[in-house]
């Protein structure tokens, strides 16, 4: 999209736009991980931590979000706040953009929709915590997040902790094969599954280094080969929770969703939710712990790929 055409609907702030202009490493970071997936106040010291730990890799963080139907790359200490106090802030995925921008609402950006943002504003790296994916029982339901196939047409490479046993894992990766999507380890051959360093599902590809994993990007994009790349970066050890421990919860709080008849895009929310309640706060620790490591891997690929 042209500058002109883009600024009718997008404020960049002035160092994002002069840091993209000038090849500087930038991470895109998402909001729903902050108004729908952590509770306030913790997830404003979690948003402001994150932007720190990107800067100190050497990187400018980019915070996403639709405030009052504007696209925003790069968010104020007012608007931040505004996000994680989350009072009425939409979830907004590709399907709800226009509907949002027309309706001059406010909503925090998904996956899918933070690669949008990210995209129109030139940025290559975007750090979050998990993805969405095939939910167990999607060869029923059909619920397929619009992440996947967002990494199948967007060029950003998105570093994540895997995908929530939440998910049907082994379908979700077989879905982003299909769409052609590579799947990377960082330093794994196990795609992460979130809370724990494993799935048993294999990613396509290990890489030990952010520089390895900026060469695929970069081989990725001169090729002109169309979409993203998906980065699996585990939690790290100390914070990782008990795999069979955490089934168990899940199984538990799936169950919860169903009785309740909790559908569609408020599926995720309510199982981070019920999940934080029934570990009785250590899954938010480590949520949180998974997210700031995944925000210095991004900046450390980003700084890699800006040097290519
Ligand atoms: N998984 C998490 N935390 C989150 C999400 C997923 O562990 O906050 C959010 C992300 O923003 C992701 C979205 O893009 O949920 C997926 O929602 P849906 O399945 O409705 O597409
Ligand atoms: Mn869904």
């Known amino acids: 999209m042209n500058k002109e055409k883009l600024a009718q609907f997008m404020d960049i702030t002035e160092e994002i736009r002069q840091a993209v202009a000038e090849g ?28 720190k730990i990107i800067r100190a890799e050497g990187a400018v963080p980019a915070t996403m979000a639709v405030i009052d139907g504007r696209l925003k790359a790069g968010l104020t200490e007012e608007e931040l706040v505004r996000m994680c106090e989350a009072k009425g802030v939409l979830k907004v995925s590709r399907r709800d953009l226009p509907i949002v921008v027309a309706g001059k609402l406010t909503g925090a950006t998904t996956v899918a929709t933070t690669m949008i943002l990210a995209n129109l504003a030139g940025i290559r790296v975007f750090a979050t915590g998990g993805i969405g994916g095939v939910h167990r029982g ?34 979700t990766l077989e879905y982003l094969e299909t769409m052609g999507v590579p799947v990377l380890g960082l330093g794994t051959k196990d795609f992460p599954a979130f809370y724990c360093r494993k799935s048993g599902f294999s990613v396509d590809a290990r890489v030990d280094t952010p520089r390895e994993a900026a060469a695929v990007l970069k081989a990725k994009w001169d090729l002109e080969l169309v979409g993203g790349v998906l980065i699996g970066n585990p939690v790290p050890e100390e914070y990782a929770m008990d795999f069979d421990e955490m089934s168990a919860v899940i199984d538990r709080v799936l169950a919860k969703a169903e009785a309740a008849g909790v559908k569609g895009k408020d599926i995720t929310p309510f199982m981070l939710a019920h999940i934080v309640e029934e570990t009785g706060g250590e899954s938010l620790a480590t949520n949180i712990q998974l997210a700031f490591n995944n925000a210095r891997a991004a900046a450390k690929i980003a700084v890699e790929l800006s040097k290519m």
């Open 24 to 51: 500087k490493p930038v991470v895109a970071l998402e909001s729903t991980i902050l108004s729908h997936g952590m509770p306030y106040p913790q997830n404003l010291d979690f948003a402001r931590e994150v932007e």
């Open 138 to 171: 999607g060869e029923n339901s059909m619920d397929i997040s619009a992440d996947l196939q967002e990494l199948a047409h967007t060029p950003v490479a998105v570093v994540c902790a895997g995908a929530k046993m939440i998910l049907d894992i082994g379908r």
